[in-house]
């Protein structure tokens, strides 16, 4: 046991030590100022020796009667306080309890579970930066988690890559994209694009639809080398491929035509481009669409731009080669 400790509990000791002495001392002044004044009155000495006692008596009385009433008041705050301890423990439990129990009927419990474990690997006496740096990555992700619970829309400030890449190689039915040559001119040539590609190359090659409309500003854009070279790429792959012209979008649905990728018809990933020239412009904002009725929009806007488009038509070998 430490000296700090021995410290601690010599005090209460004390105390009661000091209340006793304090105790026998009122007992032997009461009786002895009965006996001085009953003696001074000329009592008989059996009658001071008597009310002497007597008086001493009440005194110690009183004062164990004080005594124990400020011990049982102690004991019923200590009470009420070990009471809502209890309480505060049991609700904490209870809380405790029903999360374990959300995370067991859980199909990602063994995520939720590697999650928490990682994250309490993480020293504490680690660097600040590391530390808000994680809580700002786990931040994001309950939030995102929130945003899909909820069912709405969840917003990216630029161009976001995990999610394109993540729910490209998640798809489970089928991918439909709506993808505007002029914006995504560049899109294929980057890391970022060859890294969708091959995603969806995968995808095609295990069965599953994916289907791509470009949309043109003008039959010309046709004959592009290097557009003509993406989409045959990706004919390649297994990607249905085909082509709009601006001018056959019907003219209610031009107001709709935008970047878009639909996954499984469950959701939908939007793109913003920046204002200015569509060959330099680029992602201002990603949108993840979650909400049933405008993922149902967005699956018929595809499907109504895929009946009015058309396969490209292969170039003949004297214009490949010139």
Same mark, same amino acid.
């Given at each position: 046991? *430490?000296?700090?400790?021995?410290?601690? &509990?010599?005090?209460?000791p004390?105390?009661?030590?000091?209340?006793?002495?304090?105790?026998?001392v $009122?007992?032997?002044?009461?009786?002895?100022?009965t #006996?001085?004044?009953?003696?001074?009155?000329?009592?008989? @000495?059996s009658?001071?020796?008597?009310?002497?006692?007597?008086?001493? /008596?009440? %005194?110690?009385?009183v004062?164990?009667?004080?005594? #124990?009433?400020?011990?049982?008041?102690?004991?019923?705050? @200590?009470?009420?306080a /070990?009471?809502?301890?209890?309480?505060?423990?049991?609700?904490?439990?209870?809380e405790?309890t029903? $999360? #374990?129990?959300?995370?067991?009927?859980?199909?990602?419990?063994s995520?939720?579970?590697?999650?928490?474990?990682?994250s309490?690997?993480?020293?504490?006496?680690?660097?600040?930066i590391?530390h808000?740096?994680?809580?700002?990555?786990? &931040?994001?992700?309950?939030?995102?988690?929130?945003?899909?619970a909820?069912?709405? *829309?969840?917003t990216?400030?630029?161009?976001?890559?995990?999610?394109? $890449?993540?729910?490209?190689?998640? =798809?489970t039915?089928?991918?439909? %994209?709506?993808?505007?040559?002029?914006?995504?001119?560049?899109?294929?040539?980057?890391?970022?694009?060859?890294?969708?590609?091959d995603?969806?190359r995968?995808?095609?090659?295990?069965?599953?639809?994916?289907?791509?409309i470009?949309?043109?500003?003008?039959?010309?854009m046709? %004959?592009?080398p290097i557009l003509?070279?993406?989409?045959?790429?990706q004919?390649?792959?297994?990607?249905?491929? &085909?082509?709009?012209?601006?001018?056959?979008?019907?003219?209610?649905?031009?107001?709709?035509?935008?970047?878009?990728?639909?996954?499984?018809? =469950?959701?939908?990933y939007? *793109?913003t481009?920046t204002?200015g020239?569509?060959?330099?412009?680029?992602?201002a904002?990603?949108?993840?669409?979650?909400t =049933?009725?405008?993922?149902?929009?967005?699956?018929?806007?595809?499907g109504e731009?895929?009946?009015?488009?058309?396969?490209?038509?292969?170039?003949?070998d004297?214009?490949r080669?010139?």
């Open positions: 046991m *430490t000296g700090e400790s021995m410290a601690g &509990r010599r005090p209460a004390l105390r009661e030590t000091s209340s006793v002495v304090r105790t026998l $009122l007992t032997v002044a009461s009786g002895g100022l #006996f001085l004044i009953t003696n001074g009155l000329h009592q008989d @000495m009658i001071s020796i008597m009310l002497s006692i007597l008086i001493g /008596g009440i %005194a110690l009385m004062r164990f009667l004080v005594d #124990f009433e400020k011990r049982l008041v102690g004991v019923e705050e @200590m009470q009420k /070990g009471m809502a301890e209890m309480k505060g423990l049991i609700l904490e439990i209870g405790a029903k $999360l #374990f129990g959300q995370i067991q009927s859980s199909r990602h419990a995520l939720v579970t590697e999650l928490v474990t990682n309490t690997r993480i020293p504490p006496d680690s660097p600040p590391i808000q740096f994680v809580e700002a990555k786990v &931040r994001e992700t309950s939030e995102l988690l929130k945003q899909i909820d069912g709405g *829309t969840a990216y400030y630029g161009e976001d890559r995990d999610w394109l $890449l993540g729910l490209t190689r998640t =798809a039915k089928g991918i439909d %994209a709506i993808s505007m040559a002029a914006v995504d001119h560049d899109l294929w040539q980057s890391e970022i694009g060859q890294r969708y590609l995603a969806q995968r995808v095609a090659e295990d069965g599953r639809r994916v289907r791509r470009f949309v043109l500003d003008e039959p010309a046709a %004959a592009d003509r070279r993406v989409y045959e790429e004919i390649d792959m297994k990607i249905q491929v &085909r082509l709009l012209y601006w001018a056959d979008v019907p003219a209610r649905l031009r107001v709709q035509v935008r970047d878009l990728i639909i996954f499984d018809n =469950a959701l939908a939007e *793109t481009p204002i020239d569509p060959r330099l412009a680029q992602v904002e990603t949108r993840l669409v979650l =049933a009725s405008r993922v149902h929009e967005c699956a018929v806007l595809f731009l895929w009946k009015v488009s058309h396969e490209p038509q292969p170039v003949p004297v214009q080669n010139a």
